[in-house]
Structures are given as C-alpha cells and as structure tokens.
C-alpha cells in the first residue's frame, strides 16, 4: 500500500469546501488542507490566469479512482487538475491516514478518467 498525498485545483472556495469535506467524510481521506492562489496554464491555445483553490488531501492509493471520480463530479472544469505523490511520513502519522481511511464508505466509484463520468 502506498500512502499519498492527493492535489485537486478547483474554481471556487465552495467547492474546494465542499470536496475537502467529503473526502473526509467518506472516508476517502484521513484529512486534507485547502489553499487558495492563482494558476497559470495553457488550454485550447490560449495561456490563462486564474484564481484556484487547492485541496490537498492525505489518504492510500486504494481511493485515487473514487477520488477521482467526486472529483470530476464536484467539478466545473473539462479536465479537473489532479495530481497525487507518494508520500513518506512518521510510522504514526500513516497509521493515522489507516485508520481514518477504513471502514465503510457511502460512496464507491471506479475510474479516474473523464469518461468515466
């Protein structure tokens, strides 16, 4: 098992409140933080700015795929960012993501891509 870190950029505070809310909730993730800053990227040819708000959420590589999917569920954007790396901690710090993250779940979703919606 591997334990992560997941990153989700979303448009609104609501949503990015909405999502860290229920990744715990459901147990998807055993926490998560939100940060708000401003993103530049490219799409469809054209360089844009914008405000973003980040959840980063601490959980195992057995939820990326629901992750994902609330994911592409909560948000407004064609292509949701998400990226997610492998994170290495104190021996209590991943036995609390465990802990956090087993047990019943009131979701369960399969894939990670947008297709999949």
């Given amino acids: 098992m591997s334990y992560l870190a997941v990153s989700v950029g ?6 990015a409140a909405e999502l860290s809310r229920t990744l715990v909730e459901e147990r998807l ?7 708000s ?9 054209t ?4 405000r973003y708000w980040t959840v980063l959420a601490f959980t195992t590589d057995a939820h990326v ?7 592409h569920a909560l948000s407004e954007d064609d292509l949701p ?3 997610y790396s492998e994170i290495d901690a104190p021996e209590e710090y991943l ?6 993250t087993s047990g019943d779940r009131q979701r369960r979703t399969r894939c990670c891509s947008p297709a999949g919606r």
Avoid at 65 to 71: E, F, N, T
Wanted: glycine share 10%; proline share 2%.
């Fill in 10 to 15: 979303l448009p609104t505070e609501a949503a």
């Fill in 47 to 50: 360089v844009h700015e914008r």
């Fill in 37 to 45: 800053g401003t993103s530049h990227y490219r799409w469809e040819g």
């Fill in 29 to 35: 993730a055993a926490g998560t933080r939100i940060v």
């Fill in 95 to 100: 036995a609390w993501i465990d802990a956090q």
């Fill in 65 to 71: 795929d629901a992750i994902c999917d609330l994911v």
């Fill in 81 to 83: 960012g998400v990226t």
